[in-house]
Nanobody, 123 residues
Framework: QVQLVESGGGLVQAGGSLRLSCAASRVTFSRLAMGWFRQAPGKEREFVAR????????TYGDSVKGRFTTSRDNAKNTVSLQMNSLKPEDTAVYYCAADRGFAGTNFKDYDYWGQGTQVTVSS
């Protein structure tokens, strides 16, 4: 079983930045494609970003392109999400997820999930 733990969430003013981190308890972390999703109250779960097993391919949701960047360090079994130019609309619980297979933009494709970390952006 893969366990994922997110950290780095908090309260930030609009225009500010936060960096989220996800740690995986698996020595074969490099075999997992990783993704980030978020969910705001009353909203559906939204795709944020994904990164391939080697880290050479990344994909971002339209709402965060140009502002968010995901990267991974397979030696440390971690993946990060750098969030810049934050907007109140970014307020949500952010989840780290892992996929043993291909990993796409649909949350149903992912096999493992973290507990989530709250990100609140004030105006």
């Amino acid at each position: 079983q893969v366990q994922l733990v997110e950290s780095g969430g908090g309260l930030v003013q609009a225009g500010g930045s936060l960096r989220l981190s996800c740690a995986a308890s698996r020595v074969t972390f490099s075999r997992l494609a990783m993704g980030w999703f978020r969910q705001a109250p009353g909203k559906e779960r939204e795709f944020v970003a994904r990164i391939s097993r080697s880290g050479d391919i990344t994909t971002y949701g339209d709402s965060v392109k140009g502002r968010f960047t995901t990267s991974r360090d397979n030696a440390k079994n971690t993946v990060s999400l750098q969030m810049n130019s934050l907007k109140p609309e970014d307020t949500a619980v952010y989840y780290c997820a892992a996929d043993r297979g291909f990993a796409g933009t649909n949350f149903k494709d992912y096999d493992y999930w973290g507990q989530g970390t709250q990100v609140t952006v004030s105006s």
